[in-house]
């Protein structure tokens, strides 16, 4: 695997980004963890869509698994949205090699969400609204600022305030030679909106310390799937922050920091 670092020090943790949010997106939250991460390159970042596999979030977390089974110790494990799931499927295949797993909004969608967008065919896929928009969006602008103004004004990034969107604008787009471009590719961010895992049978395999956080306005962890991952995680602590949504760890960034560093610190 490919990694970007972060920060000085011992490693603090190794981190899986969320779908569409390359890792230097998170920089506050990285800076606010203290000491070094490890932010892992997920394969749309690698590769390209082309190669993409039905099973492209298990292969995700099989190349994870992989380097963890290399490393002489374990390391904590960190991940938001998508991210999340590829950290915690990862989890369960090397459990020797997790010293603690911390899930941001993990994408634990209902039954009756993942198991439509499994059995339709892909023309009614590419129909569904998430995926629809995001083949749509647009993907190169003139500069970096021409891209802030218009992310500005989108609903999905409203919690987020002017340095975090502009983090994720130089994360998100590269200069090439006709302005800037989407690195993450919008195809890529449909692919994996339309293989989305279905977690809930395989979270009791889970045997690793655990932390999730939600964000308290949320609409990708619902109540209803936050209350059963607390049934079906008895052993794992929970936290749900108030005023931020799915975007928590670019939206709350110190209060995400201070609530991982404090279960860390009760951990040793």
């Not at 972060?6 to 899986?16: A, E, I, K, M, Y």
């Not at 869509?49 to 995700?60: D, I, P």
């Not at 998100?172 to 471009?181: L, M, R, S, Y």
Request: glycine residues 6%; contains cysteine.
């Amino acid at each position: 695997m490919q990694f970007e670092q972060f920060g000085q020090g011992p490693t603090r943790l190794v981190f899986c980004h969320a779908n569409g949010f390359p890792p230097a997106t998170y920089r506050r939250l990285f800076a606010a963890l203290g000491g070094g991460v490890e932010a892992a390159l997920l394969a749309p970042l690698t590769m390209p869509v082309t190669e993409a596999k039905q099973r492209a979030w298990w292969l995700m977390a099989e190349d994870l698994a992989g380097w963890l089974s290399r490393q002489p110790e374990p390391v904590v494990l960190a991940g938001h949205s998508m991210g999340a799931v590829v950290a915690c499927l990862a989890s369960m295949q090397c459990p020797n090699k997790v010293a603690g797993l911390v899930m941001l909004d993990p994408v634990f969608l209902p039954t009756r969400w993942v198991a439509p967008m499994r059995l339709m065919p892909k023309r009614f896929k590419l129909k569904q609204p998430m995926v629809a928009r995001t083949l749509k969006r647009p993907y190169r602008f003139e500069d970096h600022a021409g891209a802030f103004e218009f992310h500005r004004g989108k609903r999905a990034f409203a919690g987020m305030d002017d340095q975090a969107l502009e983090d994720y604008i130089h994360a998100a787009f590269v200069a090439d030679e006709q302005g800037v471009c989407l690195r993450y590719s919008r195809e890529w961010e449909a692919h994996i909106y339309q293989t989305a895992p279905w977690i809930w049978p395989r979270l009791s395999r889970l045997k690793v310390p655990t932390l999730a956080i939600r964000g308290g306005h949320s609409d990708t962890v619902t109540p209803a799937s936050w209350a059963r991952m607390r049934r079906l995680m008895p052993d794992a602590t929970l936290v749900q922050l108030p005023d931020c949504g799915h975007l928590l760890p670019m939206e709350r960034p110190d209060e995400v920091a201070a609530t991982i560093n404090a279960w860390l610190e009760r951990r040793h």
